[in-house]
Every structure is written in C-alpha cells, then in structure tokens.
C-alpha cells in the first residue's frame, strides 16, 4: 500500500481529527525542527522558549510551560542553551531576589528575528492550500479548541488536574483577543 493510500486510510478511521491533527503538527514540526537544527544549531523548543522570552520580558522559566507545554527539564537545557549562546540573561525578581526572571539579549533579539522572519515564511508556505476566509475560520476553531478545557487535561484519561492554576484564565484571555 503506497504512502498516499496508507494516509487517507488512517484519515478515514475512528480517530480521523486526532490523526489529522497530529499529522499537520508532526509534519510542521519535522521540516521547522530540521530547519532550525541545521541552520542555528538549536532544538525547536529552544527557539519557541526564546520566542516566549521576549514576547514576555522577564517570564520565569516555568511560566514558559503555560505556553508551550513541554516538560520543565526540557525548557530548562533550552534555557541553559539560549543562556550560554548569550541569547538570554536572568535578572532577579523585584518581589523576590532568588526567583530568576528571563530577558533576551540584543543578540537573541537578532537570532529571533532572523528565526522569525523565516517562521513567517513558512507559514505562508504551509497554508497557502486556504482562502483568507478559511485560513480565519481554520485559526478560530483552532483557538477554541486550544482554549478549552480539554486539551491539557482528560477525564477521560485520568489527567484532572492542568498543569498551570494560570493556564486556563491565560487561554481564556487569548480566546476572548481574538473574539473580539
């Protein structure tokens, strides 16, 4: 059976949105992870951190998981990474002097907005198959699943509990940007 065939076969079953879904992030992911691997010698979760950081100047590094979740080790070493390049620096906490808050440098700036320019591209590129109009529609229904309370806990699955008390008034906040 021929890749093609393979695909709209698991597209076609049960789990179809889930497979859809997983095979648009997955198939995203492996081209932008390759991409920033092999031109800025990076993992992808080191650029979304560093993406993180400077959207919100002095984040703290757990608060990045409120957005991209991944494993806290995981955006540590991309901390630690973003930090020996001289792409990040910590500064204490006006509130409290051992909490450490992240800030990009001039020099990650520049990366990022190298990383960003191509990112944009690609975007482009990736849903160029779409109208304006359903591009809308498609970011819309995305956000509201994004939102919801299900993405990042299961009943179902046993998960009760979000990972951040934050999460859920941050991706509300979110929803409510765009809707309005």
């Not at 509130?95 to 990366?111: C, H, N, P, V």
């Not at 299961?154 to 998960?159: A, E, T």
Request: net charge neutral; charged share 20%.
């Amino acid at each position: 059976m021929a890749l093609n065939e393979k695909l709209a076969t698991v597209l076609a079953g049960d789990l179809r949105e889930l497979m859809l879904v997983s095979y648009i992030v997955l198939g995203n992911n492996a081209v932008t992870n390759r991409f920033i691997e092999r031109c800025y010698g990076m993992p992808v979760h080191a650029w979304s951190s560093l993406y993180a950081i400077d959207r919100f100047p002095g984040i703290r590094a757990k608060e990045i998981r409120t957005i991209f979740p991944r494993p806290q080790n995981t955006i540590s070493r991309a901390i630690s990474l973003l930090e020996q390049r001289g792409y990040v620096r910590q500064g204490a906490s006006e509130s409290d002097g051992r909490e450490k808050r992240l800030f990009a440098t001039t020099e990650g700036q520049q990366i990022l907005a190298e990383m960003t320019a191509m990112s944009l591209r690609r975007q482009a590129e990736l849903f160029a198959p779409l109208t304006a109009e359903e591009r809308d529609t498609f970011f819309g229904l995305a956000l509201k699943i994004a939102a919801g309370q299900n993405l990042l806990q299961s009943v179902v699955l046993g998960s009760h509990e979000a990972p951040s008390s934050t999460l859920a008034s941050d991706q509300n906040l979110a929803q409510s940007a765009y809707l309005d």
